[in-house]
Each structure stands twice: as structure tokens, then as C-alpha cells.
């Protein structure tokens, strides 16, 4: 069973970057892909960005293309989603998880077995 844990989320303003990371512990992920989901107050759970597994493809929503970047270390078992130029509706949970060995759709929240508990990232205007 692997545990993800998030960290870097908090309190910033609008245009500021953060660094979010997600360490992965009890199980080999570097032949997983790996995603990032967001969910604000009220609203489902949402698509940010995944990576496969040796990075070379990257997915990433039409709302933070062009701001967002993904990335991995495998050694590290961890995965990174830098986040630039935050907008107050970036403000959500943002969750880390693990694409099912099985495959499925990098978009779909059913695709992965996995979940962190969640990092909270909060925009202000």
C-alpha cells in the first residue's frame, strides 16, 4: 500500500508561485503515473496536471496551462507540481495521486487508487 503525502501548500497573493510536493512511501511508484487534483469549497474535485512515468508526457487542465508545471524524481519518489502566477480561483485542496497499475484516464478521478490527504492552497486578491 503506498501513502502520499503533500506539502508546500499556503496563504499567498494573486501572481505569487508556490511549489507543491508529494512524497510517495511503501511502494515503488516510478512506473506509475502521477497526478495532481484540486477541489474548492462547493465544487468537485478537478483535474490540475499528471506525468507519466518517466516524465516524458504532461497533461495539465486548460485553467493552469501555461502557469503550471509538473515534474518527478523517481529516486526521490517524489512528484512536484510548481505553481506560477496563482489566481484567486486557484484557491482549493490540492491532492497528489497515483494512476492505477492498470491505466485509465489521466482525467478522471477513478483512474487513480491512490490519494494524499491534501495541501491547502489559498490565493488572495
Known amino acids: 500500500q503506498v501513502q502520499l503525502v503533500e506539502s508546500g501548500g499556503g496563504l499567498v497573493q494573486a501572481g505569487d508561485s508556490l511549489r507543491l510536493s508529494c512524497v510517495a512511501s511503501g511502494r515503488d511508484i516510478s512506473f506509475n503515473a502521477m497526478g495532481w487534483f484540486r477541489q474548492a469549497p462547493g465544487k468537485e474535485r478537478e483535474f490540475v496536471s499528471a506525468i507519466n512515468w518517466n516524465g516524458e508526457a504532461r497533461y495539465f487542465a486548460d485553467s493552469v496551462q501555461g502557469r503550471f508545471a509538473i515534474s518527478r524524481d523517481n529516486a526521490k519518489t517524489t512528484v512536484y507540481l510548481q505553481m506560477n502566477s496563482l489566481k484567486p480561483e486557484d484557491t482549493a485542496v490540492y491532492y497528489c495521486?497515483?494512476?492505477?497499475?492498470?491505466?485509465?484516464?489521466?482525467?478522471?478521478?477513478?483512474?487513480?487508487?491512490?490519494w494524499g490527504q491534501g495541501t491547502q492552497v489559498t490565493v488572495s486578491s
Open positions: 495521486a497515483k494512476l492505477r497499475s492498470g491505466g485509465g484516464s489521466y482525467y478522471r478521478t477513478d483512474s487513480y487508487d491512490a
